[in-house]
């Protein structure tokens, strides 16, 4: 195992499973190694494009590296695509291997390995890699859905920070029901509601049921003339999130077009707070995508008491 910097914080991304089960193994190998309660910040792409990296010293788990990353005692630990290597930052990467997996190994590597954490993270890395052909898909979904379902922070507080109380955890039954019973009904409304913004970009709408597998299942069975599938998640704070699923790689670089990253497959973006209601996010998105399409707010929206 290399010799690891003593970080000053502990910096992972907010908006899925790996992204929390990540960093809270950072922060139980960091408890290890230096007998302190290293502080855990969580972020999504824009506010992290944003912040200031002021510490001397950090560990950065499934954000992808860049170079303003690139800063002695940094250390990078992802499996996004790279577009430029380290001279400064150490740097652990792994295209095929999510956050979590890679941040476990360093973990079994100090005897931190258990049962449990080899059970979940397993499954998160099921999930985050969308391996479809596993036998544990099903259940590898239900567990990523948790973080979608109920928020980073509020997870985090129910689990107590401590990554093993998911395993099996209650909220699991939840889940399961809403994978049996919402997402069929939710997937046969949405194959009927996809808005065009541009030729290559469809928005799909949706009532009920898991959006990424309801997404992933328009996209395996063809159902809509589109090479990216887009929708659109609101925040708290009124921002709204898009993500941007396809099949054959085409939706990181719409993804990148906005300011925002991830997968070759699955990739996501922060709109502009000034974007703040899905009417102003399908024209801006047209925009962007499709310049030759003016703007026309559609103040009859179709989004009106659908879940987004």
């Not at 941007?244 to 719409?254: C, H, K, M, T, Y």
Request: charged share 20%; with cysteine; proline share 7%.
């Amino acid at each position: 195992m290399p010799s690891l910097p003593h970080p000053e914080v502990i910096l992972t991304h907010e908006s899925d499973l790996d992204g929390l089960v990540a960093g809270l193994l950072l922060k139980k190998l960091a408890r290890h190694l230096f007998a302190i309660d290293v502080h855990l910040q969580a972020w999504n792409y824009q506010g992290w494009k944003n912040r200031p990296l002021n510490e001397r010293s950090a560990w950065v788990t499934d954000l992808s590296f860049e170079p303003r990353l690139d800063r002695p005692n940094w250390l990078v630990i992802d499996h996004h695509a790279l577009t430029s290597q380290p001279k400064q930052a150490q740097l652990i990467h792994d295209l095929n291997r999510c956050a979590a997996l890679l941040c476990y190994d360093l973990c079994r590597e100090q005897g931190l390995g258990t049962p449990a954490l080899d059970r979940l993270v397993h499954l998160t890395n099921v999930g985050d890699l969308w391996l479809a052909d596993d036998p544990d898909f099903d259940l590898a979904c239900d567990y990523a859905s948790l973080v979608k379902t109920y928020g980073f922070w509020n997870l985090h507080a129910v689990i107590k920070g401590e990554p093993e109380r998911l395993l099996d955890h209650p909220l699991l039954q939840v889940m399961t029901a809403k994978r049996s019973i919402e997402d069929p009904i939710g997937y046969e409304w949405s194959r009927e509601h996809v808005l065009e913004i541009s030729p290559e970009v469809g928005l799909v709408r949706t009532a009920i049921g898991n959006t990424n597998l309801i997404v992933h299942q328009l996209l395996e069975q063809g159902a809509t003339p589109y090479k990216v599938l887009a929708t659109l998640f609101p925040k708290s704070n009124r921002t709204i999130v898009v993500s941007f699923r396809s099949q054959n790689g085409e939706a990181l670089p719409i993804a990148t077009k906005l300011q925002g990253g991830g997968h070759a497959n699955a990739a996501g973006t922060t709109l502009p707070k000034s974007v703040t209601d899905p009417d102003i996010a399908l024209d801006y998105l047209r925009q962007v995508l499709n310049p030759t399409v003016p703007l026309q707010a559609d103040f009859n929206s179709p989004f009106a008491g659908l879940k987004l």
